[in-house]
C-alpha cells in the first residue's frame, strides 16, 4: 500500500478551477500545507475531491545564449499505462512519507525535498537546490490521469552538471523511465505540440503540452 500527498480540491482552489499553466503567484504553497495528507494512492486515484501533489521538473541548459530543454519519449510499458509512448519535458513524481525526513525540507520545505529526491531517482542527476526555481504550476482536467494531480513546476538549471549534454543524456537514458532522450531547442518547443508533431512523429503528453505553453511559447511571444 503506498501513501502519497494530497489536498482537498476546495483548499487548492476555493473558487472556479484555473486551467493550464499557472504563474508561480497563482498558488501560495504555504497557505495549502497545513491542508495536505498523506492518502492511499490506489483511493485516490478515483477520488475526485482530492489532488495529489507532483513536482514537475523541466532540465534545461544553455549554450551560446540558446536555453535547451530535455525531453525523452516514455517506454510503451510505462508503469502509468496512459502515458506510455508520449513524449515529456517533465521529470517528477509523487511527496511520499519518506520525503519529511529529508534534512533539506527544513530549509526548503516538503515539496522542494521531494523534487531532488525525484530528479535524483527519475534521471540519475545530484543538483544543489539553488539550481531548482519555481516556475508556475500545472492544473488540467483535459484527461483522466491529470484531473487528479497538481503540478509544482520546477525549471531545473543543469549548467554545472558536469559532463557535456551527450554525457547527461546518457545518464538520464541509463534510468528506468525514457525509451529515448534528446536535447531541444526551447524555442523549437511550441512548434512540437500538435498530434505527431513531436520528435519521430511523436506526441507530447498533456501536462508537458501545458509547461510548453506557459514557460516557452508565452516568452517567445514576448521577446
Same mark, same amino acid.
Do not use: C
Given at each position: 500500500?503506498?501513501?502519497?500527498?494530497?489536498?482537498?480540491?476546495?483548499?487548492?482552489?476555493?473558487?472556479?478551477?484555473?486551467?493550464?499553466?499557472?504563474?508561480?503567484?497563482?498558488?501560495?504553497?504555504?497557505?495549502?500545507?497545513?491542508?495536505?495528507?498523506?492518502?492511499?494512492?490506489?483511493?485516490?486515484?478515483?477520488?475526485?475531491?482530492?489532488?495529489? +501533489? +507532483?513536482?514537475?521538473?523541466?532540465?534545461? /541548459?544553455? /549554450?551560446?545564449?540558446?536555453?535547451?530543454?530535455?525531453?525523452?519519449?516514455?517506454?510503451?510499458?510505462?508503469?502509468?499505462?496512459?502515458?506510455?509512448?508520449?513524449?515529456?519535458i517533465?521529470?517528477? $513524481?509523487?511527496?511520499?512519507?519518506?520525503?519529511?525526513?529529508?534534512?533539506?525540507?527544513?530549509?526548503?520545505?516538503?515539496v522542494?525535498?521531494?523534487?531532488?529526491?525525484?530528479? &535524483?531517482? %527519475?534521471?540519475?542527476?545530484?543538483?544543489?537546490?539553488?539550481?531548482?526555481?519555481?516556475? $508556475?504550476?500545472?492544473?488540467?482536467? /483535459?484527461?483522466?490521469?491529470?484531473?487528479?494531480?497538481?503540478?509544482?513546476?520546477?525549471?531545473?538549471?543543469?549548467?554545472?552538471?558536469?559532463?557535456?549534454?551527450?554525457? +547527461?543524456?546518457?545518464?538520464?537514458? &541509463?534510468?528506468a523511465?525514457?525509451?529515448?532522450?534528446?536535447?531541444?531547442?526551447?524555442?523549437?518547443?511550441?512548434?512540437?505540440?500538435?498530434?505527431?508533431?513531436?520528435?519521430?512523429?511523436?506526441?507530447?503528453?498533456?501536462?508537458? !503540452?501545458?509547461? +510548453? %505553453? $506557459?514557460?516557452?511559447? /508565452?516568452?517567445?511571444? !514576448?521577446?
Open positions: 500500500m503506498r501513501f502519497i500527498l494530497v489536498v482537498p480540491r476546495a483548499q487548492l482552489f476555493p473558487g472556479l478551477s484555473p486551467q493550464g499553466f499557472l504563474p508561480p503567484g497563482a498558488v501560495s504553497l504555504e497557505a495549502v500545507l497545513p491542508h495536505v495528507f498523506f492518502a492511499e494512492r490506489a483511493a485516490m486515484e478515483r477520488n475526485s475531491h482530492f489532488k495529489q +501533489i +507532483i513536482p514537475y521538473m523541466v532540465l534545461t /541548459r544553455t /549554450r551560446d545564449g540558446a536555453r535547451r530543454v530535455l525531453a525523452y519519449q516514455r517506454r510503451a510499458a510505462h508503469t502509468e499505462r496512459r502515458l506510455g509512448g508520449l513524449w515529456s517533465g521529470f517528477g $513524481g509523487h511527496v511520499e512519507p519518506l520525503d519529511r525526513d529529508d534534512a533539506r525540507v527544513a530549509a526548503h520545505g516538503l522542494t525535498a521531494a523534487a531532488l529526491r525525484e530528479l &535524483a531517482e %527519475e534521471t540519475g542527476i545530484e543538483a544543489q537546490p539553488t539550481r531548482l526555481t519555481p516556475a $508556475g504550476f500545472i492544473n488540467s482536467e /483535459r484527461e483522466d490521469v491529470s484531473s487528479v494531480h497538481f503540478g509544482v513546476v520546477f525549471a531545473v538549471d543543469l549548467d554545472a552538471v558536469p559532463g557535456d549534454d551527450a554525457a +547527461i543524456a546518457t545518464t538520464v537514458a &541509463a534510468q523511465e525514457p525509451e529515448q532522450v534528446r536535447w531541444i531547442e526551447a524555442s523549437r518547443l511550441p512548434g512540437l505540440l500538435g498530434p505527431r508533431g513531436g520528435p519521430d512523429e511523436g506526441t507530447f503528453e498533456d501536462w508537458s !503540452r501545458i509547461a +510548453i %505553453e $506557459g514557460m516557452f511559447a /508565452r516568452a517567445a511571444a !514576448r521577446a
